[in-house]
């Protein structure tokens, strides 16, 4: 009954965000901290969860997938657990919805029948024509105990920080485009040392050369002997001193810069957005000649054994369990994807060897230096020696985690990180 608008909570009108507020509080009638940050769907949730207590009715709707994703999963859902006591009673995971309306509208949905009262049918799980029966559905669609990941600034483990890339807020004008460079460098050659390579997602898998002005420490005698670079800094310092944005306008007193300024020796990087389609999150390392955008995430002073667990088959089915989406591609994030990761314990002999599975990799990509990551990474152009090496990389990790190499599927892989996560937040609490 009714047509729950699919809205995210950055598109909402303010009628909507006063909606939910309205309707997602607590037993005291207060909101919960989360509900401003909710798809609207979820009030339909809500609202049914109560009008089904004491009663033996049940409930399913049709609802984009974002509310079984990422950061909403526990703002969504925890309060109709906590509150409530509702549970899952079948679920089909993300299919395209195309609309009939003459301006097809394709959206990413999912499923859920959820109810209070008990239920003695079997729990399913649907995914395309198929369907398997499980124990427990949880709120993220999968087999595996009820926990809600929080989002959390801080690794929960003894990890090195995740930060996000450099945002530019310039306009345009400190990045160089590759079919711009050499003309700008015959014009400008006292530039070259202060140039750098840039690389966001889109960069850093396709292999895209693109370029920016970093002017970190430059004087302001080098500047005045760069004229098309002083004119670049005074149309940065204009832009930011017209931007509607208040941030923006006080970076107007630092026009020679990004917002961030993070340029670390070396890095492990991660793209914020990467295809479904691919087993693996193509990641890599970098030195100080590049310099990354707010489009990527990025591990100052990571280890080779750092990047061994996260490129492994156990980070990416944790990845793909809690990562928020667009449309169905992956969104990693740091507050929910890394720093809620449980790592392993590992002997030392099982980090010496997660240590040369993760160079195998690197030294398999070194093969094909005509070939980008998403060459690289492509299921079907994927070459025989960078596939036998991750496979490696993943059986070293699964042995590190104590996990059968044969028997353990990617749900029960979910089901036992979410254990352990349980345990180390219990632990911290």
């Given at each position: 009954m009714g047509n729950p608008p699919f809205v995210g909570y950055s598109l909402q009108s303010k009628e909507q965000k006063?909606?939910?507020?309205?309707?997602?509080?607590?037993?005291?009638?207060k909101p919960y901290k989360t509900a401003g940050k909710i798809d609207y769907v979820a009030g339909w949730y809500f609202k049914a969860a109560q009008l089904m207590q004491d009663t033996g009715i049940r409930t399913a709707f049709v609802s984009t997938n974002s509310i079984t994703q990422g950061e909403q999963v526990a703002g969504v859902w925890k309060p109709l657990y906590d509150r409530v006591g509702i549970h899952i009673d079948f679920a089909h995971r993300t299919f395209r919805w195309d609309s009939e309306a003459s301006l097809k509208a394709h959206v990413h949905c999912v499923i859920v029948g959820f109810s209070i009262a008990p239920n003695s049918e079997k729990k399913r799980i649907y995914t395309s024509e198929r369907f398997q029966e499980v124990q427990n559905i949880t709120a993220y669609?999968?087999?595996?105990?009820?926990?809600?990941?929080?989002s959390r600034n801080k690794p929960l483990c003894n990890i090195p920080k995740m930060i996000y890339g450099n945002k530019p807020v310039d306009g345009g004008n400190l990045i160089i485009e590759q079919s711009q460079l050499d003309?700008?460098?015959?014009?400008?050659?006292?530039?070259?040392?202060?140039i750098k390579r840039l690389i966001g997602a889109k960069e850093f898998i396709n292999g895209n050369l693109r370029w920016c002005l970093w002017l970190v420490d430059v004087s302001p005698t080098e500047l005045r002997n760069m004229p098309l670079v002083l004119d670049r800094i005074r149309?940065?310092?204009?832009?930011?001193?017209?931007?509607?944005?208040?941030?923006a306008q006080k970076l107007a007193l630092t026009p020679t810069v990004f917002r961030e300024t993070n340029n670390p020796e070396s890095a492990i990087v991660i793209?914020?957005?990467?295809?479904?389609?691919?087993?693996?999150?193509?990641?890599?390392?970098?030195?100080?000649?590049?310099?990354?955008?707010?489009?990527?995430?990025?591990?100052?002073?990571?280890t080779i054994y750092h990047f061994g667990i996260?490129?492994?088959?156990?980070?990416?089915?944790?990845m793909r369990s809690v990562c928020g989406r667009i449309k169905s591609d992956y969104r990693y994030s740091k507050d929910v994807v890394y720093n809620n990761f449980p790592w392993p314990t590992p002997t030392e002999a099982q980090k010496a060897?997660?240590?040369?599975?993760?160079?195998?990799?690197?030294?398999?990509?070194?093969?094909?230096?005509?070939?980008?990551?998403?060459?690289?990474?492509?299921?079907?152009?994927?070459?025989?020696?960078?596939?036998?090496?991750?496979?490696?990389?993943?059986?070293?990790?699964?042995?590190?985690?104590?996990?059968?190499?044969?028997?353990?599927?990617?749900?029960?892989?979910?089901?036992?990180?979410?254990?352990?996560?349980?345990?180390?937040?219990q632990a911290k609490n």
């Open positions: 006063e909606d939910l507020l309205a309707i997602y509080v607590d037993e005291k009638g669609l999968l087999d595996a105990p009820t926990i809600f990941v929080d003309d700008f460098l015959k014009h400008e050659p006292k530039s070259k040392p202060y149309k940065v310092k204009e832009m930011r001193e017209n931007s509607p944005d208040s941030g793209p914020c957005h990467s295809s479904e389609n691919r087993r693996y999150v193509p990641m890599g390392f970098i030195d100080n000649s590049v310099v990354v955008t707010n489009a990527v995430l990025f591990i100052p002073d990571a996260l490129t492994s088959n156990v980070h990416m089915a944790w060897k997660i240590e040369q599975t993760a160079q195998g990799i690197l030294d398999a990509r070194a093969l094909y230096p005509d070939c980008s990551l998403a060459d690289l990474y492509d299921e079907v152009t994927m070459p025989p020696e960078l596939r036998k090496a991750h496979q490696q990389n993943d059986r070293a990790v699964m042995q590190a985690y104590g996990f059968d190499v044969k028997t353990t599927t990617e749900s029960s892989c979910v089901a036992e990180l979410m254990k352990i996560y349980q345990q180390l937040t």
